[in-house]
């Protein structure tokens, strides 16, 4: 597949790249915005636009993920993008004379815990796609949201260890007025759901609380079970994960303090949403 940028780098242009799955909302609008100031005058953006199959696992949901490409062009459009890149699952995954696509990529170390163990073959799909994305598009730069935490410090060290020649940029999470994450997975909160999905970040609030009013660590493990219980009086949440862990590292804590981060994934009825916070 053509490198996209090798003719705006031999002219000297900086070009930037949003990965994104589509169903494109003001989070991801942001990190467009974003990626044009890394790349500066005369730079270029690209948007990617790819419904990944590999990071989805057989349960989940792929074929129902919110997909409008036209909408998500005339928004890319309208904030400048240079390219929409909206490649098929041939170009991405191709398979010639009968043999399947086999080659994968994958991070060892801080894809273990949390959605690692939620999503066991999720992060090989994402450090896969976004390799291929970073080798077809030949960026300068590189913009993911911080409400998936783990996976940009997964994306940042596969860049680091397979000497990716470019940075990847962390851009805040964009909330609704409300305080949830905007999620493209927001669109499946009908009724009631919307409202319990404020538990997350009820959750977090909860936290920062508790650690603003201790004088010394408290324990993950109690902690843990406060919010679970929290969660749990919400009816329609059920929590899959809380996790307080170191923000570089991602080893987890077994004492909370100030400078940890909390991550934690709940289902709203059928929905997952993920949130984080800095405690």
């Known amino acids: 597949m053509q490198r996209l940028a090798l003719g705006w780098r031999a002219g000297g242009a900086r070009v ?5 799955m589509g169903c494109l909302h003001d989070g991801h609008l942001s990190l467009v915005r974003r990626a044009r100031r890394a ?20 349960t989940e949901d792929f074929s129902r993920y919110p997909r409008d490409l036209s909408r998500d062009c005339q928004l ?9 890149f909206a490649p098929s699952d041939e170009q991405m995954y191709p398979r010639q004379a009968g043999a399947g696509f086999s080659t994968f990529v994958v991070e060892q170390d801080l894809a273990r815990g949390m959605e690692g163990v939620s999503r066991p073959t999720h992060f090989r799909g994402v450090t896969t796609v976004v390799a291929k994305l970073l080798n077809i598009v030949q960026p300068e730069s590189a913009v993911f949201g911080a409400k998936d935490w783990q996976q940009a410090a ?11 020649p470019l940075k990847i940029i962390v851009a805040p999470i964009l909330r609704e007025p409300d305080g949830l994450a905007m999620s493209s997975r927001n669109k499946y909160l009908t009724g009631g759901l919307r409202q319990q999905a404020l538990v997350l970040r009820r959750s ?14 408290i324990r ?6 406060k919010l679970k219980r929290m969660i749990e009086q ?11 862990f170191e923000p570089n590292t991602l080893v987890p804590l077994k004492l909370v303090q100030r400078g940890a981060h909390i991550a934690l994934a709940v289902f709203i009825g ?10």
Do not use: H, W
């Open 16 to 20: 930037g790249l949003v990965p994104t």
């Open 39 to 58: 790349v500066g005058g005369g730079g270029k953006v690209v948007v990617s636009i790819y419904v990944n199959p590999t990071q989805f696992g057989p």
């Open 76 to 84: 890319c459009r309208q904030e400048g993008v240079d390219v929409v």
């Open 154 to 164: 997964i994306v940042k060290r596969m860049v680091r260890d397979l000497n990716f």
């Open 204 to 217: 977090i609030q909860a936290a920062q609380g508790e650690l603003r009013q201790s004088r010394k660590p």
């Open 220 to 225: 993950a493990a109690a902690l843990k079970q």
């Open 234 to 244: 919400t009816p329609a949440a059920r929590l899959d994960y809380v996790e307080f």
């Open 270 to 279: 059928k929905t997952r949403l993920i949130d984080n916070a800095a405690l």
